[in-house]
Nanobody, 121 residues
Framework: VQLQASGGGLVQPGGSLRLSCAASGSIFRVNVMGWYRQAPGKQRELVAA???????NYADSVKGRFTISRDNAKNTVHLQMSSLKPEDTAVYYCAATYKVESDYTKGMDYWGKGTQVTVSS
């Protein structure tokens, strides 16, 4: 499974960005998809995840500001980010797993290259 992310960039505080990720290859292996981020000097953390049945999970820090969505027919996942804050600055990674939905927090199996999101005035 290959994951290709796009959509990062520089945005002012309070602004919005939309990240997209397309999966290719052995798509039948893909179950839960999600976005993670890693800020300088910090551990990678889960931002949001979504199941094929469109059940979502968000980190507390982004609830109400970020929205994850998925198009199963197109094998894509998106992250709409609004009301961005400087602390959202990080490299964002698209990820996926074949694990059952109750186990995805044990670790994703497929990772895309990161895309930089910088929130700064």
């Amino acid at each position: 499974v290959q994951l290709q992310a796009s959509g990062g960039g520089l945005v002012q505080p309070g602004g919005s960005l939309r990240l997209s990720c397309a999966a290719s290859g052995s798509i039948f292996r893909v179950n839960v998809m999600g976005w993670y981020r890693q800020a300088p000097g910090k551990q990678r953390e889960l931002v949001a995840a979504i199941t094929p049945g469109i059940i979502t999970n968000y980190a507390d820090s982004v609830k109400g500001r970020f929205t994850i969505s998925r198009d199963n027919a197109k094998n894509t996942v998106h992250l709409q980010m609004s009301s961005l804050k400087p602390e959202d600055t990080a490299v964002y990674y698209c990820a996926a797993t074949y694990k059952v939905e109750s186990d995805y927090t044990k670790g994703m199996d497929y990772w895309g290259k990161g895309t930089q999101v910088t929130v700064s005035s």
